[in-house]
């Protein structure tokens, strides 16, 4: 994504160099695409999430490095991934972690996901003019103990879903996900909900699929399983090239 | 006729337009600093290793295309587990230095018994870098973290937009692109086997690749390694080289063996 033309306004402090100057100063750009995939999959009695670990400096075709989680188990059981610039990302999860952390004082209990997810909707939309450059998924259970994936836009628009993926793999994963969870491009097939294992597996093939084609993703998945039983984290060698 | 021979001032002679004196005030009354930097720091590089982190830099800072500073050094310790080194801008990482140092006093003083280990210094850091950042103004620097501590090692990086990452081998500057995959073949999967002796090595030949290849470095470097006896940094000392004819040189051009 060109990401000038991301950005809602003009970054109002591009340098107006003295037009004698010649030639123009670099100018500073606040943003970096540190790409990489996340993907989420809700189910009746579970929601499955995954990410790759790679990060990247995007556009220049380097490696960062090949562990770097871009997912993270959140105190109230949710789990939260993201993927774009890797400084916004961090920056949001520290506000998530202490708003979860003042409500739990406030209130004495965990916040429940389909508050988190209007929680995440408002943080993002607090920079809606300077925006966190994140592409966010949040997965969980909801009161009744279905599960639940929230997708957004990086200004706070969000919506649940069945099934979404995001990132620089995004492109290709999300297709097969609308095939193989949404069953939107089938015809004359048994709408039999999915298992957790059946869920899983899905969600590795679309990782080791996606890291065929993409550069930015791959070195390792982490594939987060939450359930009644609590959040369960499994990792798998994506290729490495 | 104007009086103006400075070439720091005179943008026909500086070809970078980076003169604070042109730096324009633009929307909203907002000052801008450094929006590009001035004196330049190129090269870094850090590995994991059996006893803890070795990084290493060259000892230039770079004025444009001019050698300016032949004996500015790169690395700098901060408490007694953890060493930092940068790339980019000079004078923004004197101040990040002194930032530093009042940081470490300060929480000596408390007196707590608490030290700040290196992934708290990491994360002070990386919030100073982030905060910067969103107010436009950064500091234009390239962080290496490393740091060993309660038999933990530790190696990080942390640049001007506030990205952080973790990883076994590092490398900053045009050493991503030739320093890095031979830092990688050689750490990767062997973090707890690489000896002191392989990892100085290691960090010398991609400081000879680095100093053939890339302008910007001279052949003057230092190492800092960060073990369970607390930080060393050395004094610069050179690489052999070879800048003979190539038809008698062993291993040039086409030539196998």
Redesign the interface.
């Known amino acids: 994504m060109d990401m000038n033309s991301f950005l809602p306004i003009q970054v109002p402090w591009t340098p107006q160099t003295a037009t004698s100057a010649p030639k123009q100063a670099p100018s500073f750009f606040p943003y970096a695409d540190n790409a990489g995939t996340v993907a989420a999959i809700s189910g009746t009695d579970f929601a499955v999430l995954a990410a790759d670990t790679r990060q990247s400096a995007g556009g220049n075709y380097l490696i960062n490095t090949r562990y770097q989680p871009k997912m993270f188990k959140l105190s109230n059981g949710s789990v939260f991934g993201t993927s774009g610039f890797y400084g916004d990302a961090t920056t949001f999860l520290n506000r998530i972690n202490q708003r979860l952390e003042w409500y739990r004082h406030a209130h004495d209990k965990e916040m429940s996901t389909p508050a988190l997810a209007q929680l995440i909707s408002i943080l993002l939309y607090s920079r809606r003019f300077f925006p966190y450059y994140v592409r966010v998924l949040l997965g969980g259970l909801d009161l009744e103990g279905r599960g639940v994936v929230y997708g957004y836009d990086s200004i706070g628009s969000y919506e649940a879903c069945l099934s979404r993926a995001v990132g620089s793999g995004g492109k290709m994963i999300q297709p097969f996900l609308d095939n193989q969870i949404e069953r939107k491009t089938q015809t004359g097939i048994l709408r039999a909900p999915l298992t957790l294992d059946k869920t899983k597996t899905i969600m590795r093939d679309a990782f080791t699929s996606a890291a065929e084609r993409d550069i930015y993703t791959g070195d390792y998945v982490e594939i987060f399983t939450i359930t009644a039983q609590g959040v369960n984290v499994e990792k798998f060698d994506l290729r490495k090239d | 006729m104007e009086w103006n021979f400075d070439p720091f001032s005179n ?2 002679f500086n ?4 003169n604070p004196i ?3 005030h ?3 009354g ?1 000052i ?1 600093r450094t ?2 930097p001035k004196v330049w720091g190129g090269t870094t590089l850090g590995v994991v290793y059996q006893d803890g982190v070795m990084l290493a830099a060259d000892t230039l800072g770079s004025w444009g295309q001019l050698a300016r500073y032949r004996k500015e050094e790169r690395l700098y310790p901060v408490g007694n587990f953890t060493a930092i080194a940068y790339a980019g801008d000079m004078s923004d990482f004197q101040y990040t230095k002194h930032m530093l140092d009042s940081l470490m006093i300060k929480e000596y003083y408390i007196n707590d018994d608490h030290v700040l280990s290196t992934p708290h210094v990491y994360e002070y850091l ?1 919030r100073v870098m ?1 905060h910067r ?2 107010k ?1 103004d ?1 500091l234009w620097n390239t962080f290496i973290v490393g740091g060993y501590n309660n038999g933990e090692r530790f190696l990080g ?1 942390v640049d ?8 076994s081998a ?1 490398s900053t500057g045009l050493g ?2 030739y320093a ?1 995959p031979i830092l990688r073949k050689a750490v ?1 999967g062997r973090e707890g086997l690489l000896t002191e002796a392989e990892a100085i090595e290691l960090l010398n030949s991609c400081m000879r690749v680095l100093f053939y290849r890339d302008c910007k470095v001279i052949n003057s470097i230092q190492r800092a390694k960060v073990t369970a006896a607390g930080v060393e940094i050395t004094e610069p000392y050179s690489v052999s080289s070879e800048w003979g004819f190539g038809e008698g040189v062993r291993g040039f051009g086409s030539q196998k063996q």
């Not at chain 2, 070809?15 to 980076?18: I, P, V, W």
Request: aromatic share 14%.
């Open positions: 943008n026909s070809h970078y337009g980076n042109n730096a324009s633009s929307a909203g907002i801008q929006q590009s990386s982030y950042r969103t436009m950064p990086y001007l937009l506030g990205t952080t990452y973790q990883s590092i991503a692109y890095q990767e």
